[in-house]
């Protein structure tokens, strides 16, 4: 029923939907359904005895400061830490160039404050990741987008898209939410100096980097960037803005995320934090730190490694075992992800309403594309929330679905 406060809202909130994914996982929590449509991590390996001891010292040793209001810019040993663990990557950050985020999807929205004026055109990937969309279209975000494929993002279409003048690209190298696919490194070389050439800043955007199961990790756009600044004309300001998150390392309900960015980008994001939420939580960042402290973060990282790469391959061994040929899939190296593209004659909204009679969820692709509507034959699929037999008996009903879909194209209604 439409009350008088529709007619209140400002004209930014007409562009917001709320988030199909939101809405598709209300439909999937009944227990007997086997959910691949969210993005949750597997709660099983939540580190929790650690953290109830991490609270208790926290409690016991600085309670008063871990409950006190903080700074914006964010707990200083945590930045400290964040920047030590980036070096490994080759992100050569101080901890003065980290900005704490409550998650890494505020740092979407701080960046869309930061960036987007109405009209914007912001580049991103088809598909992207859906949170971005949502965090970008408030501020009156237009979009221009470039398909990826098993490599990524396409970067011989990137020219053409990168003359329509955007404001910046938004770009996932690490096995990308949806496509699970990752940027090859010659593409990004070819990304970084197009985004150079254009003068197109990129928002490098990678919750998934540390989820790596097999392969080499390959440098971050923010390092390339760095490189090849250095090699032209000594240091200068980075074309480069790096997004990552505690989210699937150790825990979503933390809300702990970060950025890296230039010190003139920085000082910006704070004063727009102020505006958001003053600063993210203390206890959570203080907590989070004396979880992750002492080598603890790589010790879990591994152990997360290790299930997820069994989940990956009991899904992929799924897939082949009960899917149709015609149907395709891509094979990620790391992160939460798989994307499987169906035949044309299957329409995957009307899939999805036939999988849940199945007591199977998945999200259908067409949510993550900015531009177009491409996404009617794709579904995104998650194989880190449950274990491998689990796993195997929602693909084979899954299947059951998909073959149903393809005998009898015409869309089914509930
Ligand atoms: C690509 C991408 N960016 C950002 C986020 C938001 O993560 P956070 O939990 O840190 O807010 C997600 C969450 O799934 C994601 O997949």
Redesign the pocket.
């Known amino acids: 029923m439409s009350t008088p406060w529709i007619h209140r809202f400002a004209k930014r909130t007409k562009a917001i939907k709320s988030s199909v994914i939101r809405e598709l996982l209300k439909l999937t929590q009944r227990p007997e359904v086997i959910s691949f449509a969210g993005?949750l991590p597997a709660p099983e390996l939540f580190p929790i005895e650690r953290f109830q001891q991490a609270c208790q010292r926290v409690l016991a040793e600085k309670a008063t400061s871990a409950l006190q209001y903080g700074t914006t810019e964010g707990y200083a040993p945590l930045r400290e830490m964040i920047a030590q663990n980036m070096a490994r990557y080759g992100i050569v950050a101080a901890a003065d160039n980290v900005l704490i985020t409550s998650?890494?999807?505020?740092a979407?929205d701080l960046i869309g404050k930061l960036l987007i004026n109405p009209g914007d055109r912001v580049l991103v990937e088809a598909p992207t990741?859906l949170?971005?969309l949502q965090a970008f279209d408030v501020y009156g975000a237009e979009y221009a987008s470039v398909p990826i494929d098993d490599n990524g993002v396409q970067t011989e279409r990137l020219e053409e898209a990168l003359r329509c003048g955007p404001k910046f690209m938004y770009i996932?190298p690490n096995f990308q939410?949806p496509g699970g696919v990752t940027l090859a490194e010659g593409r990004r070389h070819q990304l970084v100096l197009l985004a150079e050439r254009y003068g197109i800043p990129i928002i490098e955007?990678d919750?998934y980097g540390q989820l790596r199961y097999e392969g080499e990790h390959l440098p971050p756009l923010i390092v390339i960037d760095r490189e090849n600044l250095q090699r032209d004309d000594g240091y200068r300001l980075g074309n480069v803005i790096y997004?990552s998150?505690f989210?699937k390392t150790l825990a979503?309900g933390l809300?702990l995320?970060w950025i890296v960015a230039p010190p003139d980008v920085i000082t910006k994001l704070v004063q727009l934090k102020q505006g958001a939420d003053l600063h993210t939580s203390t206890w959570a960042q203080v907590v989070a730190y004396e979880v992750a402290c002492d080598g603890f973060l790589d010790e879990h990282v591994r152990k997360i490694r290790q299930v997820y790469r069994e989940r990956r391959d009991a899904m992929l061994a799924a897939l082949e075992e009960f899917f149709p040929p015609e149907v395709t899939w891509t094979h990620p190296a790391g992160g939460l992800f798989l994307w499987v593209t169906l035949p044309e004659d299957v329409e995957c909204n009307a899939l999805f309403a036939d999988a849940l009679r199945q007591d199977v969820a998945f999200v259908p692709g067409d949510s993550f594309y900015a531009t177009g509507d491409e996404g009617g034959r794709h579904m995104r699929l998650n194989f880190s929330n449950a274990p491998p037999e689990q796993i195997r008996e929602g693909i084979r009903r899954l299947s059951i679905a998909v073959r149903s879909h393809m005998k009898r194209p015409q869309p089914i209604t509930v």
């Open positions: 993005g998650g890494s999807q505020q979407l990741y949170g971005a996932l939410n955007d919750p997004l998150t989210s979503p809300r995320g």
